[in-house]
């Protein structure tokens, strides 16, 4: 998994069930279609199709299939259910179902007992490349380095820069570079060197980004089309002096560890860019990072997952932020378990209530600076009495719940009788006691339409927002986006009572549709809607094209 998977599954935290949970009973539903070429629109084999199963806010994987000479799959024995699909070639861009791009929302199938859904078609279009040179200072070759492709997302509350794609192979004696399997879009350039590019490459050099400037504001993007490659790129890199980062990595009694660490480049007190310098510490717990350029960073350190658990979630954590203007030596990092949430659930409504194992509890970083970039589901337990623990909570977070079961939802958290629902909780002081949350299936819903021309539009993506703009936080309660169904109807469910706006466009990148930016330009052209708690409101859309 990149960089971008982990950083992203760990801001939504969509934690995926045990693939050892016992199989649920055979069911009769199938999920059949066709892939088709995106250059040729002929049919594509050897397509991997994934499919995950999604209730109550968990997923659980089903067995994956391939397609056949003639593009065509069939998933049998399915249960009722929501279904997302991810369809993988080589040499193709990886989508979900009902995707263009793969920043864009996907769709999932609503399959009903027994049914047959057989119109899953894909068309999955060609990848492309950027090539290019690499020089240095003095304008010769520069051998050895790392290029990276990166897009400025929003991510867990801030746009952040995302590196995406592999990262190229060192440039060879003449500097060259390639980079491959890009889906179409707009990218721009990262050179690495030292420690950022790998223990044994060229070192000397600021991070640069092109056209050859060590500031992010200055970097210019680069466009590259469908199945297209892109050549000729070249830049100049940015020299710098390097230091050397040092220290001692302990656990909670102060003994030296073995740790994973990472340090990673800071701005405002978070981490704005995805670029990591990979290390460990020795037995003796000991570190060294060289060729490190001069910068405000966080170094964090990983140990074994604790128990018998093997996810990144149960992980001991450690971190420092530092400022590097030559060496920094003698660092103390102290890597330990982390505090432990306590609370108990409370059930509000009359829907079938969900199985206490099936409610997890999970605080959402919302700063990588404190807490861990990358990393797996919390190791979160409720027990029969519906009292809960979460354990290993590191960093600042708002606390988060998966119900379990489809038509629950948070209706508040309180600590200690204060409402603490979306306002973030600091794991960096201890424990935390006396979480109350209430979950309750008296949820609102926005129903309705979208059309353009008068005929149903398929091809977009609904948001549904608050009007009150302090309520655009992340993680947030007060927005969803969706698709509509082949007739142009759409369901948002899930949300608070209140005053919302509610708007269709043709696209949305990624979670920018969580950026407060974006909401405020969607303002003026979206539609008001009002829903009282466990009520339904409908609302006809005509697609907003700005």
């Known amino acids: 998994m990149t960089m971008i998977g982990s950083v992203i599954a760990l801001a939504l935290v969509v934690a ?79 989508l979900e179902w009902g995707q263009k791009r793969p920043s864009e929302t996907a769709r999932r199938v609503q399959l009903l007992d027994s049914q047959h859904f057989d119109k899953a078609d894909m068309t999955l279009p060609r990848t492309a490349a950027i090539e290019g040179r690499l020089l240095d200072e003095f304008g010769d070759p520069a051998p050895g380095m790392t290029v990276q492709a990166a897009q ?12 995406v794609g592999p990262q190229s192979r060192p440039t060879d004696d003449l500097g060259r570079f390639r980079i491959f399997n890009l889906p179409p879009s707009e990218y721009y350039l990262v050179a690495l060197s030292g420690q950022f590019a790998g223990p044994d490459e060229a070192a000397g050099f600021a991070v640069t980004y092109f056209p050859g400037t060590p500031v992010p504001g200055d970097a210019k993007p680069v466009e590259v089309g469908v199945g297209q490659d892109v050549t000729g790129v070249v830049f100049q890199l940015a ?3 390097m230091a050397t980062v040092s220290g001692l990595a302990t656990d909670e009694q102060g003994k030296p560890i073995t740790a994973s660490l990472m340090l990673i480049p800071t701005s405002g007190g978070d981490v704005r860019a995805m670029i990591i310098a990979r290390a460990q510490s020795g037995p003796d717990g000991s570190f060294v990072i060289r060729n490190v350029p001069a910068g405000s960073y966080a170094l964090q350190g990983f140990g ?10 149960t992980q001991p954590f450690g971190a420092l932020q530092i400022v590097v203007d030559g060496d920094v030596p003698n660092l103390a990092l102290r890597v330990t378990p982390g505090s432990t949430l306590r609370g108990r659930i409370v059930l509000e409504g009359t829907a079938p209530p969900p199985a206490p194992a099936r409610v997890r509890v999970f605080p959402r970083p919302v700063n990588f600076a404190t807490g861990p970039v990358g990393g797996g589901p919390p190791d979160s337990v409720t027990a029969d009495d519906w009292t809960f623990e979460t354990r290993n909570m590191n960093g600042i977070r708002v606390i ?19 409402d603490i629902t979306d306002l973030p909780v600091d794991f960096r002081t201890g424990d935390v006691d006396g979480v109350e949350v209430t979950l309750t299936s008296n949820i609102a819903t926005v129903i309705g339409t979208v059309t353009e021309d008068g005929k149903p539009a398929t091809d977009c993506a609904v948001l549904v927002f608050a009007q009150d703009s302090t309520k655009w ?74």
């Open 152 to 163: 400025v997302q929003f991510a867990a509350g801030k746009n952040r820069l995302m590196m």
């Open 304 to 313: 074994r997952p604790i128990g018998n658990s093997t996810s990144p979630g």
């Open 239 to 241: 020299p710098a002096d």
């Open 400 to 418: 988060s719940v998966t119900a379990g079961a489809p038509g629950w939802m948070v209706k508040s958290v309180l600590r200690n009788g204060k």
């Open 473 to 546: 936080t992340f993680p947030s309660r007060y927005m969803i986006a969706v698709r509509p169904d082949a007739k142009g109807a759409f369901s948002a469910s899930g949300l608070p009572p209140g005053d919302y706006l509610a708007i269709a466009v043709p696209a949305v990148q990624g979670q920018d549709w969580q950026n407060p930016v974006t909401l405020e330009q969607f303002r003026s052209l979206a539609t008001s809607v009002s829903v009282l708690e466990g009520g339904n409101a409908s609302v006809a859309l005509r697609l907003a094209r700005r």
């Open 16 to 94: 995926l069930q045990n693939p050892q949970t016992p199989a649920a009973p055979a069911s009769t539903g199938k999920i059949s279609g066709v892939v088709t070429r995106g250059d040729t629109n002929g049919p594509l084999p050897n397509v991997t199709i994934r499919l995950i199963r999604w209730e109550g806010g968990l997923g659980q994987q089903v067995p994956a299939t391939r397609t056949g000479a003639d593009g065509r799959f069939t998933v049998e024995g399915l249960r009722a259910g929501e279904y997302a699909l991810t369809f993988t070639a080589d040499t193709f861009v990886t």
